[in-house]
């Protein structure tokens, strides 16, 4: 197979050649992100505005005030308008990929947010059911009103099984120690 003489690289013949293009160098766009947003923080601090004020001032004054052969910038300021637009021109692409950085951080961070809202919404509901069912099965448990009329009905039983008993001939039986069918006087002849 023949050889590309610019990549080194084995070329196919099967296969179309690549249009003959610019390779520009590549870079990491994280990284690249990652500078812009630190450029763009700084473009935004007071330091940058009182740097650039003392830069321009002494520009400005240079260019005024030195004598007329060390002047490199005269009057109109023509360079420093120039470099000023260069520096505007570069400023604010790179704020606006700090921005749209900071925009796709925020939609992430949104996202993680519905995840876990999501989440706590599911587990609500499910202990909503858990404790609807606990509420539910202690319906069915006796509470202790409910005892406590059971337990005072037996006793109301009690004694009127021990009045009974007391009139029906002197004969004493005691409910608790007799068998259930011997209670209503069905005790068997001996």
Do not use: C
Request: overall charge positive.
């Amino acid at each position: 197979m023949p050889e590309s003489r610019s990549t080194g690289r084995t070329r196919r013949l099967d296969q179309p050649r690549d249009p003959a293009r610019v390779r520009l160098p590549r870079f990491d766009p994280e990284s690249f992100g990652q500078w812009s947003e630190g450029i763009a923080r700084y473009m935004g601090t007071a330091k940058f505005l009182v740097y650039m004020t003392v830069v321009i001032l002494l520009w400005v004054g240079w260019n005024t005030f030195a004598p007329a052969d060390l002047r490199f910038d005269p009057y109109t300021f023509t360079f420093l308008t120039l470099m000023l637009s260069l520096q505007a021109s570069y400023a604010a692409p790179l704020i606006l990929l700090a921005q749209n950085r900071q925009t796709d951080r925020d939609r992430l961070g949104l996202e993680e947010d519905r995840r876990r809202a999501a989440m706590q919404k599911a587990d609500t509901e499910y202990l909503a059911r858990e404790i609807a069912a606990l509420r539910i099965a202690l319906g069915e448990v006796a509470t202790r009103d409910f005892l406590r009329s059971e337990l005072a009905r037996l006793a109301d039983e009690l004694n009127e099984a021990q009045r009974r008993s007391s009139r029906s001939g002197g004969r004493t039986r005691h409910a608790l120690h007799e068998p259930l069918d011997e209670v209503d006087g069905d005790r068997p002849q001996t």
